[in-house]
């Protein structure tokens, strides 16, 4: 079965600077890969997602993620955070067989500062 | 205006009643989820469903149960065997199973 590590609960930042989120997946076989982003008592919200292709993902709002098969990991990337970032955020993942549902890791904290 | 609608927003019971959580799509998608939030715990699957009338249980099913009657529509009733049922509930649909999940704005239910 498929999990999720987001290996940071929480990352603390100034405004403007880069930032990075963590995430490892388990599987035995393909996956799809997703991060989403979560506003106080709101729903989630996709920012991207890795199905094929390219390595390198672009999203919404100036953020990328790099899919690296051999490690297994799908970090989450911004040049440069504002404010408005803050926010909490979940690394998901589904296995290319049919039957299964999207699962998630435990969330990591974005904390933008001035 | 096409998504998925959770009612009602906030919800409060007594400890010991059934409480059934309202979950709405119009996207046409196949797939419909159920996830319990809690803080420090990410997002726990609790039911899904790949088509009408067919479901299967999730990593925390207990003390939860579905019905999948329509399309449309994906119910999640919390029953008073759920030992710990005060979360945030998630509602989520997608085209396939395992595909690009779209959510709702969730529920709040609050046990006392």
């Known amino acids: 079965a498929q999990s999720v590590t987001q290996l940071d609960s929480q990352v603390p930042v100034f405004e403007e600077a880069p930032v990075e989120l963590r995430c490892n997946y388990s599987s035995s076989v393909s996956v799809y890969l997703f991060w989403y982003v979560q506003y106080p008592n709101q729903g989630l919200q996709l920012l991207l997602k890795y199905l094929s292709g390219s390595t390198l993902v672009k999203g919404i709002n100036g953020f990328e993620a790099e899919f690296n098969k051999s490690q297994t990991s799908f970090h989450l990337r911004k040049p440069s955070v504002h404010i408005s970032d803050t926010a909490e955020y979940f690394c998901?993942?589904?296995?290319?067989?049919?039957?299964?549902?999207?699962?998630f890791g435990k969330g990591t904290t974005l904390s933008v500062s001035s | 205006d096409g998504g998925i609608t959770q009612s009602p927003k906030y919800l409060f019971r007594k400890e010991g009643q059934n409480v059934t959580l309202s979950c709405e799509q119009n996207?046409?998608?196949?797939?419909m989820y159920w996830y319990r939030q809690d803080p420090g715990q990410g997002l726990r699957l609790i039911y899904y469903s790949q088509i009408v009338n067919d479901f299967q249980k999730g990593d925390i099913a207990e003390g939860y149960s579905v019905s999948r009657e329509k399309k449309e529509s994906f119910p999640l009733t919390v029953t008073s065997a759920q030992k710990n049922p005060t979360a945030f509930y998630l509602c989520?649909?997608?085209?396939?199973?395992?595909?690009?999940?779209?959510f709702g704005q969730g529920t709040r239910l609050t046990v006392v």
């Open positions: 998901a993942v589904s296995e290319l067989q049919a039957g299964t549902a999207l699962i």
């Open positions: 989520a649909s997608s085209i396939s199973s395992g595909s690009e999940a779209f």
């Open positions: 996207l046409n998608h196949d797939a």
